[in-house]
């Protein structure tokens, strides 16, 4: 079984349209948790840290369920711009490597 | 401020053969790690210089990968001999510090097919 788990996608929105990502993670002592995006053949990069009392940043909100080992990603008002992959990452105590999803494929089509 | 950096972008090499992939860090992060892509799968983590020392090899998959950070700089990792299971994109990494408080910084990555 993953270390992290993600539903692969794709998932094909219109501009403007709400969605929404999905992740768990076996690991009980994770500590960190992450969203990356991945434009293709490019680096991962830091999307948003996830903390307990949930975060947003502009249309980008993140969510911890530490009960359900559960981490979600929701993106308000698609832009054609968010079409990537998106990672799901997370970081246990005394650990500094990061444990990676297979990442969620977006597609927003105008 | 520039970025990581990774050389070369691509590298193509027949089974048997050797191959060196480098890194160089973000200037001032002590931090730097190695992480690799397989065809199909997650990015994996190889492994965590602090500075010059190798603080986690637990994802190296065996011998025949050995990295190298001398004087807490620039790093390389070298496969020999390359098998065909070894093709993927090699990413390096680099933060500032430890902890969840410093991003880990990814380079472009190194494309490696080894046929």
């Known amino acids: 079984r993953k270390e992290v788990e993600q539903d692969p996608g794709p998932f094909n929105v219109p501009e403007g349209a709400t969605v929404a990502f999905n992740c768990t993670y076996s690991n009980s002592a994770s500590q960190s948790f992450f969203w990356y995006r991945q434009d293709c053949r490019k680096e991962p990069k830091l999307l948003m840290s996830?903390?307990?009392s949930g975060n947003e940043d502009g249309r980008f909100t993140a969510q911890l369920n530490r009960a359900s080992q559960y981490i979600s990603l929701l993106i308000r008002d698609s832009k054609l711009s968010d079409s990537a992959t998106y990672l799901c990452?997370?970081?246990?105590?005394?650990?500094?490597?990061?444990?990676f999803g297979t990442g969620t494929r977006l597609l927003v089509s105008p | 401020e520039a970025g990581v950096t990774q050389f070369p972008s691509h590298s193509v090499i027949e089974k048997g053969q050797t191959v060196t992939l480098r890194c160089d860090p973000i200037?001032?992060?002590?931090?730097l790690y190695w992480y690799r892509r397989v065809m199909g799968k997650e990015i994996k983590f190889l492994l965590h210089f602090v500075k010059e020392s190798k603080q986690d090899e637990s994802g190296m998959p065996n011998n025949r990968f050995l990295a190298e950070r001398t004087g807490g700089t620039y790093s390389t990792l070298k496969v020999q001999p390359a098998e065909l299971e070894d093709s993927g994109v090699y990413f390096c990494?680099?933060?500032?510090?430890?902890?969840?408080?410093?991003?880990?910084?990814f380079g472009p990555g190194t494309r490696l097919t080894v046929t």
């Open positions: 996830v903390y307990s």
């Open positions: 200037s001032g992060h002590d931090n």
């Open positions: 990494a680099s933060s500032q510090d430890q902890g969840s408080a410093y991003e880990q910084y």
């Open positions: 990452v997370v970081r246990s105590a005394g650990f500094q490597k990061l444990v």
